[in-house]
């Protein structure tokens, strides 16, 4: 199967930590790339392969991949981090395609 | 690093637009690039992707046999030619640089354009 199931929302009080997961069969053989996108702005990349954190983004965000599951944790969650996160991989069933979840959207309390 | 997008607009069902994405900032024929699209309130789709050399092009299964995608490394420019659209077409579409250089395979999207809007609607 090609989907990436995400919770639509999730929420975090400011200061602590949130964990937003992803899950589907491609994330068995392919690493998960998560993306921020805050209101009426592109996408950025945040993390990437294993456990690698994009240029330019806080160490707060880190990555984890096991089985059929990637998960984004936040500590230390800032007013800044409220965005939807989106979770991508490459296609099982097709390698030169792409698949993205359907998106968290993160709200700090 | 720079992606700018143009081109989009409305347009009418079934009819056709051409995409452009002027890249700047980087080495444009060491990497990969894509077409990522965004209904309005909805998540990210992406639409088709082409190897650093155009030696590989894939699609999305939604658009596959109406939109071609390609490059030009004169021009440091990449294209999404769009035909018989549809209203589920409708979005903002975004230029994206992969992470990967002169790979074979696609990495993580690295760099995205702001997007140009098509709305197709009668």
């Known amino acids: 199967s090609s989907e990436l199931t995400q919770d639509p929302a999730v929420s975090v009080a400011l200061g602590q930590t949130v964990t937003i997961t992803c899950q589907g069969d491609s994330l068995r053989s392919s690493y998960g790339s998560w993306y921020q996108q805050k209101s009426g702005q592109a996408p950025i990349l945040v993390m990437y392969g294993k456990d690698n954190r994009a240029s330019g983004i806080p160490d707060r965000f880190s990555g984890y991949s096991s089985g059929d599951t990637a998960s984004l944790t936040i500590t230390g969650t800032q007013a800044e981090d409220e965005a939807d996160y989106y979770c991508q991989t490459r296609d099982d069933s097709d390698n030169h395609r792409v698949v993205f979840g359907g998106g968290t959207k993160l709200t700090v309390l | 690093v720079q992606l700018v997008e143009s081109g989009g607009t409305w347009v009418q069902p079934g009819k056709s637009l051409r995409l452009s994405c002027a890249a700047s900032?980087?080495?444009?024929?060491?990497?990969?690039m894509h077409w990522v699209r965004q209904a309005p309130g909805r998540g990210l789709e992406w639409v088709a992707g082409i190897t650093w050399d155009g030696g590989v092009m894939d699609y999305a299964a939604s658009v596959k046999g109406r939109f071609t995608i390609s490059r030009d490394s004169a021009r440091n420019s990449l294209f999404l030619q769009m035909q018989s659209l549809t209203r589920a077409d409708t979005g903002l579409y975004f230029c994206v640089k992969d992470i990967l250089v002169a790979a074979n395979r696609w990495g993580a999207f690295e760099i995205w354009g702001p997007g140009t809007m098509v709305t197709v609607s009668s």
């Open positions: 900032g980087f080495t444009f024929d060491d990497y990969a």
